[in-house]
Structure formats: C-alpha cells, structure tokens
C-alpha cells in the first residue's frame, strides 16, 4: 500500500504554464518619450547650449593639466571660456534689469546709531 504522499504528483513548472508566464515580462503599451525632443523656449536652448560647451571645457581642462592639449584644443578652450564668460556677463546684467543684482544685496546688517543697551539699569 502506498502512502498519500507517494500518491500525489510532485509538482512540475511545465504541468502550469499559466503560473510560469503570469510572471514573464510583458511590453508596455506607451512608448517612453524620446530625449531628443528639442528645448521650446530661448533660455531653454541658451541653458542647453552652455552645458554643452562647459562639458567640453572641462574635457579640455583635463587635458590642459595632463598636458596631452594639442594647439588647436587650447584655442578651442579659449574660444570656449570667451563664449561662456559671455553668456555668464549676460545673464548677469538681464538679471540686474529685474533688480535681483547679488552685489546689491547687504552681507552685513547696518550699524545702529545708538548702542543697544546690553544690561537693564534702574534707578541710573
């Protein structure tokens, strides 16, 4: 005679394909937007632009202080740095036009014209 365990079949993926594939990956509908879609606005392409050329900066700085620069790549950094320092003077002034200029903005507190009374005196 044998045991109910004996009895029963031994469990086997490929006696429930339903369980296997419930969990296989499955393609999604929507599509995920592309990153090339282009900037809308001015600052937006200007802000784009400047990162590109200061990634490519950088690259050319680490070259400079390795000391692998080819001619060329030391005027292309010069041209680089010219444009940035431009666009950075730029900026700087559109943002004086608003009155949200950083050099105007006090760094220390105003000096009272009257000492400020550190102890309370009566009767003095």
Do not use: C, N
């Not at 005679?1 to 419930?22: G, L």
């Not at 202080?65 to 730029?90: F, H, Y």
């Amino acid at each position: 005679m044998k045991s109910q365990k004996e009895q029963q079949p031994s469990f086997q993926p490929s006696q429930t394909p339903q369980a296997a594939s419930q969990f296989a990956s499955r393609p999604f509908d929507i599509q995920p937007q592309q990153d090339s879609i282009s900037p809308s606005t001015p600052q937006q392409i200007e802000d784009e632009t400047f990162q590109q050329q200061k990634f490519e900066a950088t690259q050319l700085q680490l070259k400079q202080q390795a000391g692998s620069i080819t001619p060329q790549q030391q005027e292309r950094l010069g041209v680089l740095q010219a444009k940035m320092d431009g666009l950075l003077t730029q900026r700087l002034e559109r943002a004086s036009q608003f009155g949200h200029h950083l050099a105007d903005i006090a760094i220390h507190p105003p000096t009272p014209a009257t000492p400020i009374q550190t102890k309370l005196t009566i009767g003095r």
